[in-house]
């Protein structure tokens, strides 16, 4: 914004660049494409006589050139005066001389004019724009210490050589509005803007700063300077931020047909009457997408509006840029009635879903959406979680230990119905061992010594059989573990830089291979071997068996008769006792086994149980920890408390499902103090009086119930997961801090403590109808404004609204213009608040047109 001509070095600085003519102007040129310069000014104290040769060299080279001088006030400071591009060197040559400024030989001889009225000549009168050329240097503003110029309302820049942080300590003061000898009411644009005296100056970072635009005109620039805060930044506060975005919108058929909008990184705001389809167009990108509604109203409305507008031949199509994908770009293609597709730059069709995977952290709500989420609390926890760091969230972990103590409560089931047979079984021996020592009274034991020997050998056999299976089986475990050296074949390794090496790791697994190979041919040769023997063996054993059968058939016929029973039949009775009692022993040994199964079991649940309580733990002090980072954040707005295992709902809910408990019944979870799964089981499992003894206000009904519970039942009881609950209270107080509870809010409130939380980090987009909904005005300007035009740097917002201050207030980067006809949607404008065609169509759809936001300002008294 100040650069000078050829001779200027010379002139003022006593130095010679060595350039004239056009080696200045191509050298020039040069400097502001490698600097990427769009836009300059023409600042030669005094004169204005190059400016036509510098800007018809620049204009066709696309760089936009403001014409103007530097002038000196009574005050002895120097100011830099810019007019519209399309002003004449005979205009400039007609302010110098109402500045009584054209002596050719004087060209530094100080107006007659204050910088008072300078100012306001030159920029009321004459629509020009004036800043305070090197404030804090000689000549300056500040240097010249005339703290009544820089509190003039007309004052609307002032140039500085670097940052405000870089200041001395007086002047940085000053800058950042903390003297209160220089107190301002409104900001003032500080800028770098040094003189430019010979091209190569201009790649200094202190010549140059960065204004936004829509597109480079006067109008727009002095736009920029009525919301600097927003529009201006040094070249020190220009950070890269990576986030993801969308960068295009292409409707094809359906209401919108032939749409195309392009959006912006930051703030993107679609206003219209109603009816126009600012929701159709978030709905459409809801839809291409996928993204979940996180409401069931809000599903049925959005998925009606989507059917509505794009049914038929309807298809979405989106550029965007993904942040979780190392900033790549993608195509986002949908027709309606189809799932999406994916396309990378190559416009390969992708694996990577276009919510999940490109935009794994966007929202999108529709209208009213907040309120059923402020309903949830759930979803409130969730909203939290995403600003734990990634290693913090358990959910998977969660997932793997409920897996495991659900198989260990099928396993633990399975093994205690195993015990439970064995015991009962082995619970009849003392009866039979009872029975067969009467049997021994009688004295027949002595004459029948071999039957509990043959009963024995009887049971012998099958146990061989048992013992040739399990090696059979290990064999085949054995066949399937043998190693399998592909993954190390020539081809795979081939351009690897250790082939040989890996090579060699081949040779070793396929000697390993041929070698298990050969055992395992020798191994199943010899359970061959062992089944022929233990056939041969069986038939043997089994005839011998036979014949030590009829021997004893002999001699039951030789017993006496007992109790009106042949001696045959009290044989045979004994002989059945003897093989119950030879069936039922060996189970001793099973039940012991059994026995410590279950104990282990029982053991790994109550560890599993630990390490869920331990994981739980940890969760909420996460969840704690960002709760408190927030809050330090959210100080004098919003307060977050965590309420460890405060959502019941879960255990509510399973409850409610056995017989005889309803929501009344179950009311008790609600009020319990200090209740936990773990408490709640164990009083379960010492009966009526561990539940009493809780003093949770249970009715005799409910503890009958659940002392009758299974023990299957009690293991899921176990894993139901108490949730942390989520607190939040709003500040209501405009001055000071008052806070109160979510549950406590009107709709409103709910909606705004919501909104607090949506605005901070995200790396994706933030997607919104309406946001505005049960908000007041007022609130919306404070607070929730003032935090987009912070937030919207590092994250882009996408909105449909009426309400003028998110679009005017947060200064909207695209302001987008819909209109309708009976049967399509439009976009009528496009572009931010400095295209005057976007300025009139704003004040007309959201103040209610120019007379009305005129009348309401007479009354207000503004």
Known sequence: MQVNPEGYSRAYRGQDHGLGGEAYLEALLKACQEAGIEVVGIADHGSVSDVDRIRHFLSPHGILVFPGFEVTTTEKIHWVCLFDESTTTQQLNHYLWKFELTDSEDKVKPSQLGGEELLRIVQDEWGGFCYAAHATQANGLLKQKANHLWKSTH???????????????????????????????????????SD??????????????????????????????????????????????????????????????????????????????????????????????DVDYKGTEAKRLGEQIVKANLGGAGRVELEVISAANQGQSYRVVRRYGEPPRVLDAAGNVSNLHPGRDL???????????????????????????????????????????????????????????????????????????????????????????????????????????????????????????????????????????????????????????????????????????????????????????????????AE??????????????????????????????????????????????????????????????????????????????????????????????????????????NEKRAGWIDEAEALSIPTLVEAIRKGDEGLRGLGWGMTSGTIEKLTRLTEKQLMDLEMIDLEDQIDLQLNISH????????????????????????????????????????????FIAERIVRELREAKTSRQFIFATHNANIPVFGDAEWIGVFTATEEHGCLEAQGSIDVPEIRDQAARILEGGKPAFIQRQAKYGY
């Open 155 to 193: 004052l609307r820049a002032a140039q500085i050589p670097g940052s405000v942080d870089d200041l001395p300590v007086e002047y940085k003061q000053i800058a950042k509005n903390q003297n209160p000898d220089y107190r301002r009411e409104t900001q003032l644009a500080i800028i770098n803007a």
């Open 196 to 289: 430019v005296s010979q091209p190569e100056d201009l790649l200094a970072p202190s010549a140059s700063c960065y204004i936004k635009m829509t597109r480079p005109t006067f109008a727009s620039f002095l736009t920029a300077f009525k919301d600097p805060e927003s529009r201006m930044r040094l070249h020190h506060q220009m950070a890269e931020h990576h986030y993801g975005r969308i960068k295009r919108l292409q409707i094809t058929g359906g209401y919108f047909e032939n749409v195309t909008i392009d959006f912006s990184d930051h703030l993107n705001a679609a206003i219209g009457g109603r009816g126009t389809g600012k929701s159709t167009l978030l709905e459409c990108l809801r839809y291409a997408l």
């Open 359 to 553: 935009f794994p952290g966007i929202e999108i709500y529709g209208q009213n959406e907040i309120y059923e989420l402020a309903r949830d609390p759930s979803a409130l926890t969730r909203i939290l979680e995403r600003f734990l760091p990634d290693e913090a969230k358990q959910a998977s972990q969660l997932a793997h230990i409920r897996k495991r103590l659900t198989d260990n409560a099928a396993t633990l089931e399975r093994a205690h119905t195993s015990q439970d047979d064995l015991e009962q079984v082995i619970e009849r021996l003392p009866k039979l061992t009872e029975q067969a020592a009467q049997f021994k009274a009688l004295g027949i034991d002595e004459k029948l010594k071999q039957v509990p020997l043959l009963e024995r050998e009887r049971q012998l056999k099958p146990r061989m059989d048992e013992e040739v299976q399990r090696v059979e089986e290990a064999a085949q475990v054995l066949a399937d573990s043998l190693p399998d050296p592909v993954f190390l074949s020539d081809k795979a390794l081939d351009g690897l830089p250790h082939a040989g090496l890996l090579g060699g790791g081949r040779e070793i697994l396929e000697a390993l291979k041929t070698a298990a190979s050969k055992s395992l041919g020798e191994l199943r040769t010899a359970v061959s071997t062992a089944r022929t023997g233990l056939s041969t063996l069986g038939q043997e054993l089994a005839a011998a068996l036979d014949t030590a059968e009829q021997a004893l058939e």
């Open 556 to 661: 039951f016929a030789k017993l006496p008769d007992v109790s009106g029973r042949s001696g045959k039949e009290v044989g045979r009775a004994y002989q059945a006792l003897l093989r119950e009692i030879e069936q039922i022993q060996p189970k001793q040994t099973n039940l012991d086994v059994a026995r410590k199964l279950t104990e282990t079991l029982d053991q790994d649940r109550r560890n599993l149980l630990g390490e869920l309580s331990d994981l739980r733990a940890r969760r909420t002090q996460e969840l704690q920890a960002a709760a408190k980072r927030l809050n330090k954040r959210l100080r004098g707005k919003l307060r977050i408390n965590v309420v460890p295992g405060g959502n019941r709902a879960a255990l509510k809910a399973w409850l409610c499902e056995l017989p005889g408990i």
């Open 735 to 778: 001055e000071g801090e008052r806070y109160k509870s979510l549950h406590d809010l009107s709709t409103g409130q709910q909606c705004t403590t919501i909104l607090h939380l949506l605005l901070l980090d995200n790396q994706d987009p933030l997607i919104m109808d309406q946001p505005e909904d049960n908000l007041d005005n007022a």
